[in-house]
């Protein structure tokens, strides 16, 4: 093995800095996350301080923004200009910022909605899909589709099976709809509405919420801790 330089890291030197293991390394270099590597006369890759910047970037941005666009953002400072990379930065806390003001609704409406007592129900009192619909600004599709996965199941009116939502219903799909726009998956959702119409799942919704809400503080923070790793990295950039 040949002697390096102070500056210059093996592949596993980078690897333990990084928090990755030796192939994870190889695999970010073929990628275009990091830099090619030079090679000794032997063959060994050498890596230096740019490439180790290269992949805290990396690991601190694919908890932010996900991998496929933490490539995206380090690939970029590589190959483009710094302006380019800030877009694509002030794109990712924008989204960000928009999940946490989804959010901030969500907390409102399910605290609001699961909260309104329903009495005096009339027959007439219940929506067909396309007014349902309408009231909630989504498309017909969508409230069909919530009644196949099972969150919020309508009455079914005779004799052709029209779907016509009491007030309840009408209420579970507008917490449906919030959290939903907040970001919530199908799966859990499903799990959560029983206990939810049956008047138990206030505190579940509100642990749903908190873990939402938790994750995006996750993210954020990735998303900082990631800014002085690419500092480097386009510093790097605007020396070579």
Sequence with gaps: MPTLKSSAMRTVDVARRAGYSVQQVRNLERDGVLPPATRTAAGYRI?????????????????GTGPVEAKRIVRAAHQCPASEVLALLDAAHARLDRERTDLKLAKEAAEAISAEPIEDV????????????????????????????????????????????SPAQARDARIVHQLRSAGYRIDP???????????????????????????????SRALLDATAALTAVLAAATRT
């Design 47 to 63: 890596y230096g301080e740019g490439h180790l910047h290269s992949a805290l970037s990396y690991r601190a941005l694919a908890v």
């Design 189 to 219: 959702l499903r799990a959560l509405m029983p206990d939810l119409r049956h008047g138990n799942g206030s505190d579940d919704v509100r642990a749903a919420l908190a873990a939402r809400d938790a994750s995006i503080e996750v993210r």
């Design 122 to 165: 009339r027959p007439s009192d219940s929506m067909s899909v396309s007014e349902l619909a309408s009231a909630l600004g989504v498309r017909p599709s969508t409230l069909r589709h919530w009644d196949a996965e099972g969150l919020v199941v309508p009455d079914r009116v005779p004799p052709r099976g029209t779907r016509r939502y």
